[in-house]
């Protein structure tokens, strides 16, 4: 059975970081995109950062330069290192895959068929 299981989340002052876990069960992630997304309330989901099965890495522009994706291919882990959040960055986050896909990942959530359920960030100011 394909699982993703996200871990990590919790509260931060503003200025603070976070790293998310998401363990993944049942394939080998790491051969293909995988990514992170979050969802605000209110606001529709959006991509966060990705990285293909060479590591190559892609990032949104509200992101770059604060968080970084990488993975642990032998512990099947990817993770998200989320430096100086601010309360924008307050949103259900969630990890997937796109098991079409190897390289040139899209950003776009659309195109990711395999979801974990989500870890809540939430960061005050």
């Known amino acids: 059975q394909v699982q993703l299981v996200e871990s990590g989340g919790g509260s931060v002052q503003a200025g603070g970081s976070l790293r998310l876990s998401c363990t993944a069960s049942?394939?080998?992630?790491?051969?293909?995109?995988m990514g992170w997304f979050r969802q605000a309330p209110g606001k529709q989901r959006e991509g966060v950062a990705v990285?293909?099965?060479?590591?190559?890495?892609g990032y949104a522009d509200s992101v770059k330069g604060r968080f970084t994706i990488s993975k642990d291919s032998a512990k099947n882990i990817l993770y998200l290192q989320m430096n100086v959040l601010s309360s924008e960055d307050t949103a259900m986050y969630y990890c997937?895959?796109?098991?079409?896909?190897?390289?040139?990942?899209?950003?776009?959530?659309?195109?990711?068929?395999?979801w974990g359920q989500g870890t809540q960030v939430t960061v005050s100011s």
């Open positions: 997937a895959a796109n098991r079409r896909s190897r390289l040139y990942c899209t950003i776009d959530p659309r195109w990711y068929d395999n």
């Open positions: 049942g394939y080998a992630y790491s051969s293909y995109c």
């Open positions: 990285l293909d099965s060479g590591g190559i890495t």
